[in-house]
T-cell receptor
Framework: EAQVTQNPRYLITVTGKKLTVTCSQN?????MSWYRQDPGLGLRQIYY???????DKGDVPEGYKVSRKEKRNFPLILESPSPNQTSLYFC??????????????FGPGTRLTVT | GQNIDQPTEMTATEGAIVQINCTYQ??????LFWYQQHAGEAPTFLSY????GLEEKGRFSSFLSRSKGYSYLLLKELQMKDSASYLC????????????FGRGTSLIVHP
């Protein structure tokens, strides 16, 4: 089954404790992306990757890191989480944007709470 | 920059028709998407328009006018399960073809 998986689905942590949210897709997609979703603000892009070893900042990259060592995986790293990073996070993947529809497939989401 | 506007919330009655509008201002245009998102779940793809006109897919249709920077999503024969947020996203070649999302329209369908 074609899918994007994220782990963990729920996480409660404390300020400053490094964490990683994993994302994996099995569709051989070149493009992957991370979003955060907050009430009233919609989906905002954090980082994206056009292919292996190619990553770029989105609209809200501060406080986050990513890596793309393999095509299928795109982990999101919070080196020192703060309460303002409490949010619902989505990973997404697609074929290379700009060629046809190539809609994004989203993972199930990770609800992060930083206290 | 990009600016995408949608109404925040709409309500409608089961069995009725509802139209959700999206207006956008972007430096370039390479397609407009509509996604559906139920509360606490992932967005799922509904439609894609790149040329002017209406695209119909079952109970859902999407319309695009590039000259007006305008799209709408039309939902017919509303069902309770259509209660969800509907996200409009625009792809801009000037932005590396990365889609930018509007804030979404929360649709409440009542009996």
């Amino acid at each position: 089954e074609a899918q994007v998986t994220q782990n963990p689905r729920y996480l409660i942590t404390v300020t400053g404790k490094k964490l990683t949210v994993t994302c994996s897709q099995n569709m051989n997609h070149e493009y992957m992306s991370w979003y955060r979703q907050d009430p009233g603000l919609g989906l905002r892009q954090i980082y994206y990757s056009m292919n292996v070893e190619v990553t770029d900042k989105g609209d809200v990259p501060e406080g986050y890191k990513v890596s793309r060592k393999e095509k299928r995986n795109f982990p999101l790293i919070l080196e020192s989480p703060s309460p303002n990073q409490t949010s619902l996070y989505f990973c997404a993947s697609s074929e290379t944007p700009g060629q046809g529809a190539n809609e994004q497939y989203f993972g199930p989401g990770t609800r992060l709470t930083v206290t | 920059g990009q600016n995408i506007d949608q109404p925040t919330e709409m309500t409608a009655t089961e069995g009725a028709i509802v139209q959700i509008n999206c207006t956008y201002q972007t430096s370039g245009f390479n397609g407009l998407f509509w996604y559906q998102q139920h509360a606490g779940e992932a967005p799922t793809f509904l439609s894609y328009n790149v040329l002017d006109g209406l695209e119909e897919k079952g109970r859902f249709s999407s319309f695009l006018s590039r000259s007006k920077g305008y799209s709408y999503l039309l939902l017919k024969e509303l069902q309770m399960k259509d209660s969800a947020s509907y996200l409009c996203a625009v792809r801009d070649p000037g932005g590396s073809y990365i889609p930018t999302f509007g804030r979404g329209t929360s649709l409440i369908v009542h009996p």
